[in-house]
């Protein structure tokens, strides 16, 4: 017996934002992280974008460990060696409160592990937990290592593939299938290069720092994926995201990532002279990419379920948003526990506010109209054609021969039509990502 009035099961950023909040409003909360110390586990592209956590830390900003502030976002097609990129600038994105924050996880979730010690919640690290404890109809806590440890709520924020809510049979991935068509994985590398070089190839000054994210085009076989870069300190984050049901036997993720890496316009922004910027970390982990199509149970008697762990993840392609969704998700779910720790009452229908919190804001509003995102996500066109097509019809277009000139939009149009895209195609995609972006 314990007594907390709330368990957290994982240290991540919904984990830590609930336990900040419930312990803000005076409620005994711990928080069980199987990394040690807290964060030691974790991954992220990373920008966390929008403003979120100033709600439970007003001047996270200013405290946390952010490398770098986003005040420009790349956004391209690459195709074998060409490269078309649009290149987007907000005036506003230079002033605080910053648009996005690049962070490195393992820094920052363990600043917001301190934050959440200093606000009086319990945190322990190196602790796994292997299930839920449940009683009749009731989840009355935890089991680690074949420890009980008890508390009238349960918060499980356990992160993408969360194992206990797949245990306690509150979502339905039974077959391989279900897991390759609602996951991406994504594989990262940090590279080291020398803050002059870094802020010199970017124009970059101060804490300024760029984001960028790119269709890949380049990719052999039937694999799909996007990259993306965004600028450290001094350091690079450089990785893929691959659609898990596109890969067949004989592929290799890894393979993707230095495909990545070799094409020539990334070349050129990780170079350290004549080689490619030295590689200080690596990972690779799970992306919940079939939103609300693959959420568990939200809540129940004495449990809820937030951030990654719920399947609340956004990408298009031109974005990958978690972690906002992620801190959102744990404050609702906080602000629901303290509720019923303040009422005495942990019943389903006292928690079913939390699936009300977030129907009002926008993480399942969000979810709700993107729910057929991966139509166009998942469009093989979009990997196998548009990059290619795009990159050959601008090169085509502004590449001067001394011969006559055509009229831009039919170079286009048919550069499109010779890489397999005639008009209704363009149409039915057009029409697809209209109503899906
Ligand atoms: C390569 C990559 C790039 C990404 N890029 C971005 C991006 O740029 N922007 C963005 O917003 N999102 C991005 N995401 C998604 C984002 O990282 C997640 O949405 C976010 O981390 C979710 O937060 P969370 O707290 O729900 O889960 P997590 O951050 O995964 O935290 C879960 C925690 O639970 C712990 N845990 C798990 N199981 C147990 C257990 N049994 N017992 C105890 N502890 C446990 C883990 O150790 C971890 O600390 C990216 C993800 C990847 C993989």
Redesign the pocket.
């Known amino acids: 017996m314990t007594d907390f009035e709330a368990i957290v099961?994982?240290?991540?950023?919904?984990?830590l934002s609930s336990a900040i909040k419930l312990a803000q409003a005076g409620k005994r909360v711990v928080v069980?992280?199987?990394?040690q110390p807290t964060g030691s586990?974790?991954?992220?592209?990373?920008?966390?974008?929008g403003n979120d956590l100033a709600e439970i830390v007003p001047e996270w900003q200013e405290e946390a460990p952010i490398e770098r502030f986003v005040i420009n976002k790349k956004v391209g097609f690459l195709s074998e060696n060409d490269a078309t990129v649009i290149d987007l600038h907000f005036d506003e994105w230079y002033k605080p409160p910053y648009n996005g924050s690049i962070i490195l996880?393992a820094r920052f979730?363990e600043w917001l592990g301190k934050k959440a010690t200093e606000n009086g919640v319990t945190v322990l690290d190196g602790?796994?937990?292997d299930d839920l404890l449940v009683e009749g109809e009731r989840i009355t806590g935890v089991i680690s290592q074949g420890e009980e440890m008890r508390a009238p709520l349960t918060l499980i924020?356990?992160?993408?593939n969360s194992?206990?809510t797949l245990r306690a049979g509150l979502r339905k991935e039974k077959k391989m299938s279900d897991v390759k068509s609602n996951y991406m994985l994504?594989?990262?590398d940090v590279l080291a290069l020398d803050r002059d070089v870094l802020e010199n190839r970017f124009a970059l000054k101060d804490r300024q720092g760029i984001a960028g994210e790119f269709v890949l085009g380049n990719i052999p076989s039937t694999v799909k994926a996007g990259g993306f870069f965004y600028t450290n300190y001094d350091t690079i984050s450089l990785?893929v995201?691959v659609h898990l049901d596109s890969l067949q036997p004989e592929d290799r993720t890894y393979k993707v990532l230095e495909k990545f890496k070799a094409h020539p316009y990334i070349k050129r922004l990780i170079a350290d002279g004549d080689s490619i910027a030295e590689l200080k970390e690596y990972g690779a982990?799970l992306?919940p990419e079939a939103g609300i199509r693959m959420m568990p149970r939200l809540y129940g008697n004495g449990f809820m379920v937030?951030?990654?762990?719920a399947g609340f993840?956004f990408s298009n392609g031109l974005v990958?948003?978690?972690?906002?969704?992620?801190i959102k998700s744990g404050i609702l779910a906080a602000e629901t526990a303290i509720e019923a720790i303040d009422q005495n009452n942990f019943t389903e229908k006292m928690l079913a506010g939390y699936k009300k919190r977030l129907e009002n804001s926008y993480v399942l509003k969000d979810l709700k109209k993107f729910k057929n995102v991966t139509r166009m996500t998942k469009n093989k066109n979009l990997f196998k054609i548009y990059p290619d097509a795009i990159n050959s019809g601008f090169k085509t277009a502004l590449t001067e021969t001394g011969k006559p000139k055509e009229k831009l939009y039919k170079t286009i149009l048919r550069s499109f039509k010779e890489k397999g895209a005639g008009p209704f195609t363009l149409l039915k995609d057009a029409i697809r990502g209209g109503t899906n972006l």
């Open positions: 099961v994982g240290g991540g950023v919904a984990g069980l992280e199987r990394g586990k974790n991954l992220s592209g990373g920008v966390l974008w996880r979730d602790i796994s937990v924020m356990d992160g993408a194992r206990l994504g594989l990262k990785g995201v982990k992306i937030g951030g990654d762990a993840v990958i948003q978690g972690m906002n969704y992620a």
